[in-house]
């Protein structure tokens, strides 16, 4: 544990927000410069557009886009993969997930297009959850919906249940490849409550939503669909036939943790644990089962930042977790006492300070890995 | 270290999503009842210790994943089972139908003395019923298995349907068995035979009562 608290230190670089250079960038953002209520994305400049740019460019920008030099972008990674402000959340989401473009200019013509776009799909399909074709799957959907997040209140309203519904239908018949899979469902509630709070003061998982404004809810809606079809896009071979992403990382997770910790993997052996076994789950639903919602949106803030956080830095974080629960796993004495441990790890008081000790692990591994893949090879 | 269990099994509820296969297995290990459960993905573990004719059973219960889209992985999980529990809902003639398909996919992937039985769950919802109690007595008999109703929601047959499976098991492994009950009239010979062995923990011990 000593080496973890020591690399955080020696590498404040990755995500001390307080360095001198990071003020002027941040400044927009802050949350003392924010109006009280973010009513339009559109008012918070949250992009440092005015910086100098580099002479690279984005391929396939049009004209407008000339004015968001790419720089802006990797501003904006760099001081998200730190965690965001809670009130810049929303915003930094949108623009991180590439569903809201950065060019300000355009940000408000995108999301009408997006958001009528989506309630034409409404239109257009989800009556069609009663046809042959599709009931088997709105069925499943319908079974699992009052199952996700059972213990917060928010997701047991019929508006939200009924917004959940209207989600993963659409993106299910639009995916056919993979169609609706258990686990994705829980891929909306972090997008769902970040959009949501921009418009709750206090208290989101008890808020009622049928007491917004129609508009908004329809936008909070819109937009929640847009950004989990971004996130299930760089993904979705973790949900298509045999499941083939899940079980490659499954087994990049046992490659990697016998070499970082043969100690563990060695137990595992010695106890017939496979990584399958606690593994799975973490990789399916990207760790929400095994971390409190409030938690997963920080892991968020993170794998947003990252370039292939959802697909690739993940693994690394997974087994930074797995780690994190050493002397623990070390101290088990057969079997079942390890597959309970594993598949019940205690994180319920966990926040921000353990999931950005976490992910400074994560990065340390990944930094070790990427630049020696063979690093550690046995 | 005294010894928590004679023997270990392992076995497995498999069934539709949403038949209450979470449900009746937190009911028989901690007698707990959540109407509105997290649903389960690939697979959970869960285990409990049964007396029976004075043998300590422990049973590592695997909780399965419903969706079709999970069954790579949950079939990987079917070899080593002992025991299975086929579970339908009595409200869902869906997940009656479906019983068949388990049932052939069991015999595929299963081992050949696997035990299975009948489970027709949520028997309190009697103003739901889409299936005859009759209908589960007639296909568990074409199965050569036996049939309970039962209900997570109200404690009914739930212990009944666990113990009974766990007898067929048992029954089933009666070689096993009967060596093990001489083993069992002479702890101490046991006791030595394990420290010899240099046996001394409970994943060891469970290695050797194991039938898998």
New interface residues.
């Given amino acids: 544990a000593s080496s973890f608290h020591e690399f955080a230190r020696s590498t404040n670089d990755a995500w001390d927000i307080n360095d001198e250079d990071d003020e002027d960038l941040l400044a927009p953002i802050h949350p003392s410069s924010l109006p009280s209520t973010l009513h339009s994305v559109h008012q918070v400049p949250p992009l440092p557009l005015q910086q100098p740019s580099d002479t690279t460019r984005e391929p396939d920008t049009g004209p407008a886009d000339r004015l968001a030099p790419p720089t802006a972008e990797e501003e904006l990674r760099k001081h998200s993969w730190s965690g965001i402000p809670r009130e810049v959340r929303p915003i930094t989401w949108r623009l991180l997930s590439g569903y809201l473009p950065a060019n300000m200019e355009r940000r408000d013509l995108v999301l009408k297009r997006k958001r009528d776009e989506y309630f034409g799909f409404i239109e257009q399909y989800y009556h069609s959850r009663t046809d042959e074709t599709y009931k088997d799957t709105y069925r499943q959907i319908h079974i699992d919906i009052p199952r996700t997040n059972p213990l917060i209140p928010l997701f047991q309203q019929p508006t939200v249940q009924e917004v959940f519904e209207r989600i993963l239908f659409i993106w299910a018949i639009r995916h056919p490849a993979s169609g609706y899979v258990q686990g994705i469902n829980d891929l909306v509630t972090p997008f769902f409550v970040v959009f949501l709070s921009e418009f709750v003061v206090e208290d989101v998982e008890n808020f009622d939503v049928a007491s917004l404004p129609l508009d908004t809810q329809r936008n909070i809606e819109a937009d929640s669909f847009w950004c989990m079809t971004k996130l299930l896009d760089g993904i979705q071979d973790n949900y298509t036939f045999a499941q083939p992403g899940i079980q490659n990382n499954v087994k990049a997770l046992e490659e990697l943790v016998s070499r970082i910790d043969e100690d563990i993997h060695n137990y595992f052996k010695r106890y017939e644990v496979e990584y399958l076994q606690f593994a799975f789950r973490w990789m399916n639903n990207l760790l929400m089962r095994e971390l409190p919602l409030r938690c997963t949106i920080r892991l968020w803030d993170t794998y947003q930042a990252e370039q292939e956080g959802f697909s690739h830095f993940h693994l690394y974080v997974c087994a930074a977790f797995l780690i994190e629960w050493r002397k623990e796993i070390l101290s088990m004495v057969d079997f079942q006492g390890l597959l309970m441990l594993l598949q019940n790890l205690p994180t319920i008081h966990w926040g921000n300070e353990e999931v950005g000790l976490l992910l400074a692990e994560a990065y340390r591994l990944k930094y070790m890995f990427a630049d020696a893949p063979n690093h550690y090879r046995r | 270290m005294a010894k928590q269990y004679d023997v270990l099994f392992r076995l497995l509820l498999l069934g539709d999503?949403?038949v209450g296969k979470t449900c009746l297995l937190c009911r028989f290990t901690d007698n707990e009842f959540?109407p509105?459960?997290?649903?389960t993905?690939?697979?959970?573990?869960?285990?409990k210790t049964l007396e029976i004719d004075g043998i300590k059973v422990?049973i590592?219960i695997w909780d399965t994943?419903g969706?079709e889209?999970?069954q790579?992985?949950t079939k990987?999980y079917y070899r080593r089972a002992q025991g299975i529990f086929l579970v339908y809902d009595i409200t869902s003639e869906r997940s009656f139908q479906h019983i068949m398909k388990w049932a052939s996919d069991v015999d595929e992937y299963a081992p050949d003395n696997i035990q299975r039985i009948l489970i027709g769950n949520k028997s309190d919802e009697e103003e739901k019923r889409q299936v005859a109690t009759g209908q589960g007595n007639k296909l568990a008999k074409d199965y050569g298995m036996d049939f309970f109703e039962t209900s997570a929601s109200t404690n009914y047959n739930i212990t009944e349907s666990f113990t009974r499976l766990a007898e067929q098991v048992l029954a089933a492994n009666k070689k096993d068995l009967d060596l093990l009950r001489a083993s069992v009239t002479d702890e101490l010979n046991l006791a030595a035979l394990e420290e010899e062995e240099g046996i001394t923990?409970?994943?060891a011990a469970?290695q050797k009562g194991c039938w898998c």
């Fill in positions: 999503s949403g959540h509105s459960h997290i649903s993905i690939g697979v959970d573990f869960k285990m422990r590592q994943a969706q889209r999970y790579t992985i990987q923990d409970g994943a469970s």
